[in-house]
């Protein structure tokens, strides 16, 4: 079984930066990816890193999120630069153990999620 923790969110003022963290125990893992979610709206992708450092980013999250990780930790990060109100989301991370040849984007591929962290930005 693997446990994920996030940590990071916080209130910042739009403009700012977040480092997101990810701690996954357990087993060691293949896929992580951090989502967030809107009351109201389905989760949606932010970024997806293999094993291997395959990265995938969502076009909202393009030259300005930065997702990184140390296999050798279980730990993922996301750093958050330049934050708009509309980055105003609960961040989940996930993971899988599985290390699929290329990176997977459906949320229903990652088996294990954190608890959410709360991002709050405000204008």
């Known amino acids: 079984q693997v446990h994920v923790v996030e940590s990071g969110g916080d209130l910042v003022q739009e403009g700012g930066s977040l480092r997101l963290s990810c701690v996954a125990s357990g087993r060691s893992v293949g896929h992580m990816a951090w989502y967030r979610q809107v009351p109201g709206k389905e989760r949606e992708l932010v970024a997806t890193i293999t094993s291997g450092g395959n990265i995938v980013y969502s076009d909202f999250a393009k030259g300005r999120f930065t997702i990184s990780r140390d296999n050798a930790k279980n730990t993922a990060w996301l750093q958050m630069n330049n934050l708009k109100p509309e980055d105003t989301a609960v961040y989940y991370c996930?993971?899988?153990?599985?290390?699929?040849?290329?990176?997977?984007?459906?949320?229903?591929?990652?088996?294990?999620w954190g608890q959410g962290t709360q991002v709050t930005v405000s204008s």
């Open positions: 996930a993971a899988t153990l599985r290390r699929f040849p290329s990176a997977r984007l459906n949320s229903r591929d990652y088996p294990y």
